[in-house]
């Protein structure tokens, strides 16, 4: 079988996935926005992009007549500053707008991750008796401009379609919310209205619930909603729970089956499951139960 994992991890910081505003989700969101002083305020940061080349803009208003320069740092999870831009020159008091050039080869890596991508972004300010000073504040990329950049700058987007057990799959489904985020790719020859397989990963960003919990969820709602369901639980071992259903036809659809596995990983609980249109052999169940334990360390 060929497996080519790598790109879900990318994918999963997803954004999101995740369009992620929780603190438990990601450390670096105890960091406290200050978007104004005594010298400074940060109206709006953004990126746009033209054939080939990225441009940061920084809307504000400078208030101390003395600064002499100004400079843009991305922060990063391990706490290490990226210079993104920097001014050595008088800046005049008012309104700005500022815009810098950011090379491709360095700042490209983002834009192909499909999902929304945030960055905290500091501003060092410094006036002319050598006094310093910053701010700091968090600034959304959404995936509706991350694709006109991908098209500006000719990137693919990372995760677009895997190998899986031999075969391609293509993304066809990517929802990214503030609780949950949602990946479902399906075999290169279907779609997501007509698809025989599917594989989704799918990350509940919840801060107090556990596996058994969401479990208990899942079980008791797919039973009411289909009553003729045979559900199995497989194994439940270090905080790992594998499980599978399967039902012959509930109301107007036809005869399905899955195999899950459902465990906490870094942004949540993550249930990662494959789906078939019509039942599964023990043989097969027993393969994609096998291929589904080797995601979480690619996710992780």
């Known amino acids: 079988m060929d497996f080519s994992f790598g790109k879900f991890y990318s994918k ?10 929780f603190t438990f989700c990601f450390p ?24 080939k080349k990225i441009e940061i803009f920084l809307k504000g208003t400078v208030k101390n007549p003395f600064l002499v320069s100004i ?29 810098f050039k950011a090379e491709v080869p360095q700042n490209k890596d983002w834009i192909r991750k499909i999902g929304t991508t945030r960055k ?45 057990d031999g075969r391609e799959w293509k993304l066809v489904s990517d929802v990214d919310r503030m609780d949950q985020a949602l990946l479902q790719y399906v075999p290169k020859s279907e779609s997501l209205l007509f698809w025989n397989e599917m594989l989704s990963i799918h990350v509940y960003k919840v801060r107090a619930s556990s596996p058994s919990e969401i479990y208990s969820l899942l079980e008791s709602g797919k039973k009411k909603e289909c009553p003729n369901i045979l559900w199995s639980l497989e194994s439940e071992k270090s905080g790992k729970i594998s499980y599978s259903w399967e039902n012959s036809g509930c109301g107007k659809q036809s005869p399905s089956s899955q195999v899950s596995k459902l465990y906490r990983g870094e942004f949540g609980i993550y249930n990662i ?8 052999s023990t043989e097969d169940k027993k393969r994609w139960s096998e291929l589904l334990d080797l995601l979480p360390s690619k996710l992780d």
């Open 71 to 99: 400079e843009g740092f991305e922060l990063n999870e391990n706490s290490s500053d990226v210079l993104l831009f920097q001014q050595e020159k008088p800046l005049p008091v008012g309104p700005i707008l500022l815009k």
């Open 120 to 164: 905290w972004i500091r501003i060092a300010l410094r006036n002319d008796n050598g006094q310093a000073t910053h701010l700091q504040t968090e600034v959304s990329i959404h995936e509706s401009d991350k694709k006109q950049f991908r098209r500006d700058l000719s990137l693919d987007a990372e995760g677009e379609s895997i190998r899986l």
């Open 28 to 51: 670096d969101m105890v960091r406290k926005k200050k978007t104004e002083n005594d010298w400074f305020k940060i109206e709006k940061i953004f990126y746009k992009t033209e054939p």
């Open 12 to 21: 999963l910081l997803i954004s999101v996935f995740c369009i992620f505003l």
């Open 273 to 280: 499951r494959y789906d078939r249109r019509n039942k599964m």
